[in-house]
């Protein structure tokens, strides 16, 4: 597996596609354009925004809410999967062997580069580890861990098998741990 270096190193040319071309470098006439838009017709401006997503059910309603009683739902009967979505559409194509995580250590000769596939791996052997222990979906898991690969790891686990993940900072003394705790 390359490190960080070899990864930023390396001399690329990447073409982007015509599509990409068409939406990239957005002026500021067009942001204006697009804020516009989803204040005054909020529905169109979301649910074109929420098409690029993968959706397991599509959702009834992109938008309902009653401010005076704070109630907001967004994409109502809709499903998603975060981690499907950062993760397994890529796998089946070119982006499966590009770099998807680039960490860096304190000391400048720790790196690692991760690509989709594997994150893909590791997100999916530690749901499964989760599981083992009994995590399940609504279950709520603490993560206290340092700012290391594994932490996008534990957080993508847990939403792929729909736990909810609460990250605790990983330098809290004791006694500050034990009140968020």
């Known amino acids: 597996m390359p490190n960080s270096e070899e990864v930023m190193a390396k001399e690329r040319v990447v073409s982007p596609s015509a599509e990409f071309k068409k939406n990239a470098n957005i002026s500021l006439k067009n942001y204006k354009s697009l804020y516009k838009e989803s204040i005054e017709n909020p529905n169109k401006f979301w649910a074109r925004e929420a098409n690029r997503l993968i959706w397991f059910k599509k959702w009834t309603k992109v938008l309902s809410h009653d401010f005076k009683n704070a109630k907001v739902e967004w994409f109502k009967g809709g499903k998603l999967n975060v981690s ?30 991760l690509t989709y596939y594997d994150v893909y791996r590791e997100v999916n052997r530690f749901a499964n580890i989760l599981k083992k222990f009994g995590v399940k979906k609504g279950d709520r898991v603490l993560v206290y861990l340092p700012m290391i690969p594994e932490l996008a790891i534990t957080i993508l686990a847990c939403t792929r098998i729909g736990a909810i993940h609460s990250v605790v900072f990983g330098g809290f003394s004791p006694e500050a741990l034990q009140s968020r705790i």
């Open 84 to 113: 499907y979505n950062c993760l397994d559409r890529h796998i089946s194509t070119p982006l499966k062997n590009k770099a998807a995580l680039i960490w860096e250590g304190d000391n400048p000769t720790e790196s690692r580069v």
